[in-house]
T-cell receptor, first 113, second 114 residues
Framework: GDSVTQMEGPVTLSEEAFLTINCTYTATGYPSLFWYVQYPGEGLQLLLKATKADDKGSNKGFEATYRKETTSFHLEKGSVQVSDSAVYFCALSDPGDLEKLTFGTGTRLTIIP | DSGVTQTPKHLITATGQRVTLRCSPRSGDLSVYWYQQSLDQGLQFLIQ???????AKGNILERFSAQQFPDLHSELNLSSLELGDSALYFC?????????????FGSGTRLTVV
């Protein structure tokens, strides 16, 4: 079945550091890929998405590129802020099973001033 | 505020009991999805309703059931509760029957079974 593997956390960075959170996937078809963010005490919010190979999703300074050849969708940000501290989830939607999302286990990110 | 409302925010109950979690989707959304977030299993899809009808079922236990009412709010019923049912239960909504462009999540109900 489909699966998403994320970089183990927690990740702690200093403010203005470069961020990469790795995400790889296994799917039978050509999935859509998502990054969700969960701030403390809140639900998940869609951060960005990409629906086909080589698409780049971007939002709030975060970027991720759909790499079919490496089955990856790594999240990057050039300069993180304290307000980026949250849990980040990579997820996929299989075109044969569009009703649900398959999530990775989440990566907790803490940014220190 | 995401527009998806879940109540209650916290629930503490004893093993063997039954609880009902409620979700009101974002205005205009016809689909409601339920997810369970636990420490050992991560986020697991439970069930989806679209415009009052069950659309998809995931890893939902037989002790659990859900429904979507004519006003589109949904309820998740959990019965014969066990310690392992302690988790965060999220509801999400979307306009269409699938979520290819992403869901909107509520802030969740934290269930603690003691």
């Amino acid at each position: 079945g489909d699966s998403v593997t994320q970089m183990e956390g927690p990740v702690t960075l200093s403010e203005e550091a470069f961020l990469t959170i790795n995400c790889t996937y296994t799917a039978t078809g050509y999935p859509s890929l998502f990054w969700y963010v969960q701030y403390p005490g809140e639900g998940l919010q869609l951060l960005l998405k990409a629906t086909k190979a080589d698409d780049k999703g971007s939002n709030k300074g975060f970027e991720a590129t759909y790499r079919k050849e490496t089955t990856s969708f790594h999240l990057e940000k050039g300069s993180v802020q304290v307000s980026d501290s949250a849990v980040y989830f990579c997820a996929l939607s299989d075109p044969g099973d569009l009703e649900k999302l398959t999530f990775g286990t989440g990566t907790r990110l803490t940014i220190i001033p | 505020d995401s527009g998806v409302t879940q109540t209650p925010k916290h629930l503490i109950t004893a093993t063997g009991q039954r609880v009902t979690l409620r979700c009101s989707p974002r205005s205009g959304d016809l689909s409601v999805y339920w997810y369970q977030q636990s420490l050992d299993q991560g986020l697991q899809f439970l069930i989806q309703y679209y415009n009052g009808e069950e659309r998809a079922k995931g890893n939902i236990l037989e002790r659990f059931s859900a429904q979507q009412f004519p006003d589109l709010h949904s309820e998740l019923n959990l019965s014969s509760l066990e310690l392992g049912d302690s988790a965060l239960y999220f509801c999400a909504s979307s306009v269409g029957w699938h979520q290819n462009y992403g869901y909107t999540f509520g802030s969740g109900t934290r269930l603690t079974v003691v």
